[in-house]
Structure formats: structure tokens, C-alpha cells
């Protein structure tokens, strides 16, 4: 029997038994509701109505002190002797490789078919919102992490939920966090093991395979499929034993280079097309406010808009506090403004100039998705750059690939202090996890399970039903926080002019003499 047939009747066999339990959990976690003809699904407004009382809680924090947050990014605040790991910049660049991925290149393209050009205004309202909602989650991830004896540390909502609700509710909050707790390290540990790690090695395996070859290729074998799945579970694995200060090494220069790159790529299509650019921007407005798309209507251009952005910055979920609790801080707040510039990264930035390049470039596969054909995302986004750059379809798989690995290794951490809170911190333990994690990996090149990826997906928003109800509660923590912080930042900006005005002082007299 041949591996293909093999690896088919796993997937049949796996597809029908999960297939009713994901689309039972599915209807449930993502429940829609008929608003302005078209559907919403109620766990992204439970998302976004998060992330519009944080920005209103914390007096739009996210606008206030972006600079702020882009000077303690440059190390500006640093303390030699604070807790930690990773640096700022390091932690933040973890973080968005966790999120940073296919979703930016190829649901884009998705949600600007089915909304219109519109979407993409609503895509950065959300991802403006979601700034604040990451703010709040990760001051309290650094805020309630625990420091083990050999310097590492841990956090992430099955930390700040029990620790954070037992500090403000007594015994009460004590116990009701310790579910949470429980709930959120399961629901991560299973998103990360099918969504974040299996999908991703499938979805790049797939781009490479078809780039490189096509069907009649070494890669579209069997063969090539165990040794594509092997090389990258290696390379997973030796960066995994480093731990984060290992993963936060790859990705800190990883994520810099991959996002430039792919943003050059837009720049050069925007700049050929420059002319088209005012007619672009307009029709991004009018359509947010116009019948345009598949979903048709301004209700629904904002619905998509607001799904693919809540669905990418992952703002409220509780994942991203694990990687930021690494950051060396003595001021939780400090490493939550830095966290809050992940949304605007991941969605204004990446997510926007995705969906600008395609209205610019206007691909013959865009006007046919709009039409309701059936036309792949990956496509559309590969079709509107090759207008410009005819060998840009080597450059995306490229793009996929490093965005898959890096995303492949953020949620390996994220996955390792789930499963660490739920079986222990032991050698043993931590090397079980990290011999799953690689063989999923080489799994994801042989396996889609279509069924238990879906069933991940809704886990994933499950954790943010879980994690948000623990934001709302916790939210006055933040604000102390949040003033401490500030407070320490004035008393070391009048420190530093005091030592210039001394410094100054000095050399003139010098001078004088």
C-alpha cells in the first residue's frame, strides 16, 4: 500500500469523525446574526466591541502613546537589571510572527472579493481597535507572569486569569480563574498543534509544491512531501530547544526581512501604478459606505472588513501576552504599549497594503471572485503582483514559506507553556511536547485534516470568549498599571534633561575658563 493511499485514509477516516463535532462547534462559536442583509457572526462583534471600550477605558492609548510605545520599543526605558529574556523589540517580533501570515496574503484578497474595496477601511478601523485590546492583555500577561529559578519565565492568560482574579475577588475569583486557566491552556494547546503548526506546514507545502514542479515535481510526491515535512520539523525542532531567547533570535531577524520584502513587493505594483493610486484610495472610502461585493451594502463591507482583521491581529485572543511576558520590564504597562503596535503592524500595515495592491493592480481573478466565482485567495494575490513582476509567484511562495515557519515557531512556545501549565515544567515533560510538535510537522506535509483544523479555528475564538471576560474584570489592574508607568517615564525624562542641563553647565565653564 502506498503512502498517498495511506495518508488518504486517514484523512477519510479523520474527516468522518470530526466533521459532525467541527461543524456542531463551528454553528456554535460562530453564530451569525442577520444585520443590514448580511450575516454577522457575533464572535467578532464580542472582538470588536472589546477593543472600542479599552480605547475608550484608556483614553485612546493606542493613538496617545504610539510614541511613547516606539521609544520603549528602541530601548529608550531599558533597566539592565529588569526580569526577562528578550528584549522589547525581540518579544514584539515574536509576537507578530504569530500572527503575521498566509491570513495577510491570501485572506485579504478573500475579504476584499466578498466586501469590495471597502472592506480594507473597516479592516483598519478593526485593526486600530484591536491595538488598545492588546495593550490591555498584555500588560497583564507581564504583570501576573511567573519567574522560574533559572531565569525564564512564563505567562499568558492561564497565568493572569487565576493569579489577577484571586488578587481582586479573594477565593471566589481564585477558583473561577483557575478554570479559565485550565480552558484557555487546552483551547491553545489544540489551536496550536492543528492551526498553528500542521495548516501552516500544509498551506506552504502546497505553494511550494505547486511553484516548484507543479504535479509532475520531486515536491508532489510522496517522497518529496516526507522530505520537505522532515526539513522543516529539524529546523522547528533545534530552534525550539533554544527556548524563547532562540526564538525570538530567528524571528527578530526573520520577521524584519520577510515583512519588508513582501512590502517592497507592493511598493514596486503601487509605484508602476502610481496614477491609480487617488482612484484606489476613493474607491477604498466609497465602498466602505456603498452596496459594492458579494456581501453587498455598507453593513456588509464593515462585517468582512472587520472578521478578516479580527481574525488576523489576533487583538483579545490571550496568545500574544505568552510571547511579550518574555520581555526584560519591571513595568508590566511598558511591554503592553509595545504590544500595541502588533495590530497596527500585522493589519494597518501588512493587511492594507495587501488589499491596496490588489485594487490597484484590478488581476482579471479579483472581478471574477466578485462575481462569486470560486477563485483561490493565494491566486488573487499572486495574480495582482504579476501584473508588475512576473516572477513574483517564487517570491510569495517564498514569503509563505518563512511566514509559515515563523508562525510555526511562535505558536511552538505558545503551545510548550500551555502544555507545561497543564503536565508540568519537567525536562521530561517540555521534550514530549517538543517531539509532538516536530512530528506534527512532518504530519502537516502528508495531512490537510480539513476537520480538525476548522474544529482549531473555533477553539482559537473560543479562548477569546474565555480571555475577554478576564480583560473587562481585570481592567482597573491595567490602569494602575498603566500610570505607574507613565509616572516612571517622567521622573526618568526629567532625569535625563536634568544630567544634559548639568552636562551643559559643565562645558561651559569649562569653556569659560
Known amino acids: 500500500m502506498s503512502l498517498d493511499s495511506i495518508t488518504q485514509k486517514i484523512d477519510d477516516a479523520t474527516s468522518d469523525f470530526f466533521d459532525p463535532i467541527s461543524t456542531a462547534v463551528g454553528d456554535v462559536v460562530f453564530y451569525t446574526v442577520p444585520v443590514g442583509g448580511a450575516d454577522l457572526p457575533l ?63 491570501a485572506g485579504v484578497a478573500v475579504a476584499v472579493s466578498i466586501g469590495g474595496a471597502g472592506a480594507t477601511f473597516w479592516m483598519i478601523i478593526c485593526g486600530l481597535l484591536g491595538m488598545a485590546s492588546k495593550f490591555v492583555e498584555v500588560t497583564l500577561g507581564v504583570k501576573y507572569r511567573e519567574e522560574h529559578p533559572d531565569g525564564t519565565v512564563s505567562g499568558g492568560p492561564m497565568h493572569y486569569l487565576p493569579k489577577g482574579l484571586a488578587e481582586r475577588f479573594g477565593s471566589g475569583g481564585a477558583k473561577f480563574g483557575k478554570v ?13 498543534l492543528f492551526g498553528g503548526n500542521l495548516f501552516q506546514t500544509n498551506q506552504s507545502y502546497a505553494q511550494i509544491s505547486s511553484t516548484f514542479g507543479g504535479e509532475e515535481g520531486f515536491l508532489a510526491t510522496s517522497s518529496g512531501a516526507v522530505f520537505f515535512g522532515l526539513l522543516i520539523a529539524v ?55 456603498e452596496a459594492e461585493g458579494v456581501a453587498g451594502g455598507i453593513i456588509g463591507a464593515l462585517i468582512v472588513g472587520f472578521q478578516r482583521a479580527a481574525f488576523s491581529n489576533e487583538a483579545g485572543i490571550g496568545s500574544a501576552p505568552i510571547a ?17 503596535l502588533e495590530p497596527f503592524i500585522d493589519t494597518v500595515v501588512v493587511c492594507t497594503m495587501t488589499a491596496l495592491t490588489i485594487v490597484i493592480a484590478n488581476p482579471a481573478s479579483w472581478g471574477e471572485a466578485r462575481e462569486g466565482q470560486d477563485v483561490g485567495g493565494v491566486t488573487i494575490t499572486s495574480d495582482a503582483f504579476e501584473t ?38 519537567s525536562k521530561t515533560s517540555e521534550t514530549i511536547f517538543k517531539s509532538i510538535w516536530s512530528s506534527f510537522v512532518l504530519a502537516g506535509a502528508l495531512l490537510s485534516l480539513d476537520s480538525l483544523i476548522s474544529l482549531a479555528d473555533s477553539a482559537l475564538f473560543l479562548l477569546a470568549v474565555v480571555n475577554i471576560v478576564g480583560l473587562y474584570l481585570l481592567a482597573p489592574v491595567v490602569k494602575r498599571e498603566l500610570n505607574s508607568f507613565l509616572e516612571f517615564v517622567r521622573r526618568r525624562d526629567s532625569g535625563d534633561t536634568a544630567d544634559r542641563d548639568a552636562e551643559a553647565a559643565d562645558t561651559a565653564a569649562t569653556k569659560s575658563l
Open 388 to 425: 508588475v513582476l512576473p516572477w513574483f509567484p517564487h517570491l510569495l511562495t517564498l514569503a509563505v514559506l518563512l511566514f509559515a515557519f515563523s508562525t510555526i515557531l511562535t505558536w511552538g512556545y505558545y503551545g510548550l507553556k500551555a502544555w507545561t501549565h497543564l503536565f508540568g515544567r
Open 43 to 105: 464572535i467578532v462583534a464580542w472582538l470588536v466591541i472589546a477593543g472600542l471600550v479599552f480605547t475608550c477605558w484608556f483614553g485612546f492609548v493606542q493613538a496617545r502613546k504610539i510614541r511613547l510605545a516606539l521609544d520603549v520599543v528602541r530601548g529608550k526605558y531599558d533597566e539592565p537589571d529588569a526580569p526577562g529574556e528578550v528584549t522589547h523589540f525581540q518579544a514584539l517580533t515574536a509576537a507578530v510572527s504569530g500572527t503575521v501570515g498566509l491570513g495577510n496574503i
Open 324 to 340: 511579550h511576558s518574555a520581555a526584560k520590564t519591571k513595568h508590566p504597562a511598558s511591554e503592553g504599549l509595545v504590544a500595541l
Open 235 to 289: 529546523l522547528v525542532g533545534l530552534v525550539l530547544l533554544g527556548g524563547i531567547r532562540s526564538i525570538a533570535s530567528v524571528t527578530s531577524r526573520l520577521v524584519p526581512a520577510m515583512a519588508i520584502m513582501y512590502l517592497i513587493a507592493c511598493l514596486i505594483v503601487i509605484g508602476v501604478n502610481i496614477t491609480a493610486v487617488p482612484d484606489a484610495i476613493g474607491t477604498i472610502f466609497s465602498g466602505a459606505f
Open 180 to 192: 479559565l486557566a485550565v480552558c484557555s491552556s487546552i483551547l491553545i494547546l489544540f489551536f496550536g
